[in-house]
């Protein structure tokens, strides 16, 4: 199980795309977490630990550089944060500007993803 141990936290407002990666996410051993929108992310932070937090840009109400920035302020300890989007390139900067440390585009290949992941286990054990 190669993420074993990795807490996540997958925010994702397409329902059906939200249990596909929370789904396949603790196939690979993650513990996993899911929320649909900003608000339903923060509820669920504010309650647990976290390692990293995949997330999507375009959430219903709040915008993504915006959710990434009140995940890290309110962070108890370092997070990692993940972002998979199909919004353009002006997005992705100010996610990265708020603190994302790499973006996925979509489509994107699930193996690159979960390799990312792996890569975060790997550091964080050693």
């Known amino acids: 199980m190669r993420l074993s141990g990795l807490r996540i936290l997958v925010i994702e ?50 915008a993504g550089d915006a959710l990434i920035r009140r995940l890290i302020a309110a962070a108890r300890r370092p997070i990692r944060v993940v972002v998979i989007t199909g919004e353009g390139p002006l997005a992705s900067a100010r996610a990265l500007e708020a603190g994302a440390e790499v973006i996925f585009r979509k489509p994107c290949e699930w193996e690159r993803i979960v390799t990312y992941l792996e890569g975060i286990r790997s550091a964080r054990a050693a």
Request: no cysteine; glycine share 10%.
């Open 13 to 62: 407002d397409a329902l059906d795309v939200l249990d596909v990666f929370t789904t396949l996410l603790r196939i690979e051993g993650a513990d996993v977490a899911g929320a649909a929108s900003g608000g339903e992310a923060m509820t669920v932070f504010r309650r647990r630990d976290f390692d990293v937090v995949l997330s999507d840009l375009g959430l219903p109400d709040i």
